[in-house]
C-alpha cells in the first residue's frame, strides 16, 4: 500500500495541528496503520495506531488523552488529531501500514509513507 502523508506544520506549544495520511493501492482490510516519529538523534517511536476494519486504537503513553486518531475507510484515510502539543513533540512523523495487528515497533511495519516535519515552538 502506498501511504502519503501531509498536514505538518509550526505550531506555538499549547495548540492543535492535525496530520493525514492517505493510503493507495492494495489496502486490506486486517491492515493496522500507525503514526511514528523520530526527533533528530532519537529513535523512531510509536505514536498511535488503528486496525483499519474495526477501528481500534492503540496509544503510546506520551501522548494518551492529547492526540487522537482515527480512519476514514471511505476516504481512505487515517488522520492524527494533536492538542496540547509540546516542545518535545517536534519531530518528522510517519504514517506506516502492516498487515495484521498494531504493532509498537517501527520495524515490524511493512509500508511507509514520506514523513512530515511537526515543530512546536516553546
Known amino acids: 500500500v502506498q501511504l502519503q502523508a501531509s498536514g505538518g506544520g509550526l505550531v506555538q506549544a499549547g495548540g492543535s495541528l492535525s496530520l493525514s495520511c492517505a493510503a493507495s493501492?492494495?489496502?486490506?482490510?486486517?491492515?493496522?496503520l500507525g503514526w511514528f516519529r523520530q526527533a533528530p538523534g532519537k529513535q523512531r517511536e510509536f505514536v498511535a495506531g488503528i486496525t483499519w476494519n474495526w477501528g481500534t486504537t492503540v496509544y503510546a503513553d506520551s501522548v494518551k488523552g492529547r492526540f487522537t486518531i482515527s480512519r476514514d475507510k471511505a476516504g481512505r484515510t487515517v488522520y492524527l488529531q494533536m492538542k496540547s502539543l509540546k516542545a518535545e513533540d517536534t519531530a518528522v512523523y510517519y504514517c506506516a501500514a502492516r498487515n495484521g495487528d498494531i504493532r509498537t515497533k517501527f520495524d515490524e511495519y511493512k509500508d511507509w509513507g514520506q514523513g512530515t516535519q511537526v515543530t512546536v515552538s516553546s
Open positions: 493501492g492494495s489496502a486490506r482490510a486486517n491492515y493496522a
